[in-house]
């Protein structure tokens, strides 16, 4: 019989295992008693917590999810302006244990199987929408609703691909310069939109003619 008070243990580190053992191999392709083996468990217990392999991948993105989740409302929290809030979740997505070589592998592993898994696939859509959510939420206070759904669009679509760029391992870009580069469209979009309000509140202004 398992030990009580075992079980949260087990399954995390289940999980953890899981998300070695699949960036490891960099697919799903690792077996059930493989990933047991990195967990220091027997794979009937594993079978026994998930059921099977599939539900096991299912609850480490989860997991994954959870942890990000929690890192960006933290981040939030300490953000004072807008643009501070901007900045803040664009760190969240790039810091280092999200850009670990093993996490990035699982990561690519897992939007490959979102091809053929519709509960993986609609997990990594609720993560593509709350980036989205958590960037759109400030930009709309410094810009139009249009206008912040587009750099919010361009801004997630940067993230994503500099996170897969760090997937190329014989390409990687740098978490400061993944930070940087996205931090550098932001303003530059903000400060585009900025620029054609003022020259449309310029347009029209009312011509004071000279006495």
Known sequence: MPKIGMEPLRRKALVDATLRAVGDHGSLTVSMSEIARHAGVSPALAHHYFGSKEQLVIETIRSLLRTLREDAVAALRQAATPRDRISAVIRVN?????????????????YTEAQRSEEVRRLLVVYARRLNSNLLSSLKRLCTPQEAAAI??????????????????????????????????????LAAVAGVAAADAGKRAPVIQPR
């Open 152 to 189: 919010a669009d361009g801004a997630a679509a940067m993230i994503d691909g500099l996170y897969l760029r760090q997937g190329l391992r014989s390409a990687p870009v740098s978490i400061e310069s993944s930070i940087a580069l996205t931090e550098s469209y932001v303003d530059a979009q």
């Open 94 to 110: 790039f810091q280092a244990h999200q850009f670990a070589p093993e996490t990035v592998a699982a990561w690519l592993a897992f």
